[in-house]
């Protein structure tokens, strides 16, 4: 089969499936507007985004917006280059993140020409801000945590309701998670994040006293303030432990943490396990991390859940109890090498695409969590005919 990927690079998703896919015999091209920083290492057939990294977009501190604009000029008529010359060859396209044209009018070309789509929603490029932030009680116990927050990650609802539409129009499969499906109402599969457990050494250290590790990209996103506060609460109570705090270095480094820790401590925000912790099931680590259990059929990794409200008994039961921990530790890497193994997505992934099974989740857009001045958006986007 000829696969085209597509899409913008998250914690090295596109590139796990690229490995895999060809190693099943498959014909891949990869074609990317971005790279991820902490999986530098990884090749891509074609960089949409190939001038950006060399033109300053800055001069004596400021802006220079007028770069800006003939970069993304650039951008676009490479992207419509490469669909006019090469995407008419493919026999299945999955998209990340984002389309290859900013207005998405490749999705409906490459369908056209007979192309099956796969979408994979992986976060704030459909996540609706406002209905997280309302329903689940995240980013909350700050002012200016929350305010940091929906300067980063609230995306003008018609932006994200064109990518959402196109997709529910187009895709012959799509793959997410609860938490970010606030505008979505076609029914999708539960995104399985892909994991190389064979690159993934298991290492089970059993000690006594466990090794902590808390690895906040962004610690105002995990809540690594209220974190560390109770774990610094822990120890001034008597109990041992040593604490390894990682942030900015490269993904390799965080592999080698984990192989040596004994917990792993993700975030209070983001619904888990994502990328992060499944690799430290895969090294050998306990995983606390908030876990929405109301999906249990669905999704049921073995961890910890702990949130905002419930931060210090999570944490200090994992800590104290060696025998709870140790069947954490064994369970986790037997749930990845069963639920996350790449092979066994990957397999699905095709498998949904040719005869597809019934999907995992059935959304409801909850209006009434809707923003007042999106409201109208929302409600033109539900009137469009998509369908």
């Known amino acids: 089969m000829r696969i085209l990927i597509a899409g913008e690079e998250v914690c090295g998703i596109i590139g796990t499936y690229q490995e895999e896919l060809r190693k099943m015999g498959h014909e891949v091209f990869s074609v990317i507007h971005d790279t991820d920083r902490y999986f530098s290492e990884t090749k891509y057939d074609f960089f949409l985004g190939s001038l950006r990294p060399n033109i300053p977009y800055k001069f004596f501190g400021k802006e220079v917006l007028f770069l800006e604009k003939i970069i993304v000029k650039i951008q676009a008529i490479r992207s419509r280059n490469f669909i006019r010359k090469r995407a008419m060859n493919f026999d299945l396209v999955i998209y990340l993140w984002r389309t290859i044209l900013v207005n998405c009018a490749d999705v409906s070309i490459l369908k056209k020409n007979g192309t ?6 992986v976060g704030s490029e459909v996540r609706y801000f406002d209905v997280f932030q309302k329903k689940y009680n995240v980013f909350n116990w700050n002012p200016e945590i929350s305010r940091i927050a929906r300067k980063k990650w609230r995306v003008p609802v018609g932006r994200l309701l064109r990518y959402i539409r196109i997709a529910e129009k187009y895709g012959d499969a799509i793959y997410s998670i609860p938490d970010q499906a606030g505008l979505q109402v076609r029914p999708y599969y539960h995104l399985r994040i892909p994991i190389d457990t064979k690159k993934f050494e298991f ?3 059993l000690r006594k006293i466990p090794k902590v590790i808390h690895a906040p990209s962004h610690p105002w996103h995990k809540g690594s303030d209220l974190i560390e506060a109770v774990l610094e609460k822990l120890k001034n109570e008597g109990i041992e432990f040593e604490y390894v705090r990682l942030k900015g270095i490269p993904h390799q480094e965080v592999i080698d943490y984990l192989k040596d820790g004994d917990i792993l401590v993700d975030g209070i925000n983001g619904h888990g396990p994502g990328v992060l912790a499944f ?47 140790q069947e954490l530790i064994i369970n986790g890497r037997a749930y990845v090498e069963k639920e996350n193994d790449v092979t066994n997505v990957t397999r699905n992934l095709l ?3 040719n005869n597809p099974r019934k999907e995992d989740y059935f959304p409801v857009m909850e209006m009434d969590l809707i ?17």
């Open 203 to 205: 290492q089970n250290n």
């Open 371 to 387: 923003e007042d001045a999106d409201r109208k958006i929302v409600e033109e986007w539900s009137n469009t005919a998509l369908y």
């Open 116 to 121: 099956k789509v796969v979408f994979l929603f």
């Open 351 to 353: 498998e949904n695409v």
């Open 279 to 325: 690799e430290a099931m895969s090294c050998g680590c306990a995983v606390v991390v908030r876990h929405l259990a109301e999906y249990a059929d669905v999704f049921e990794p073995p961890l910890v859940h702990f949130d905002v409200d419930n931060i210090y008994e999570p944490i200090k039961k994992v800590i104290l109890d060696y025998e709870f921990r």
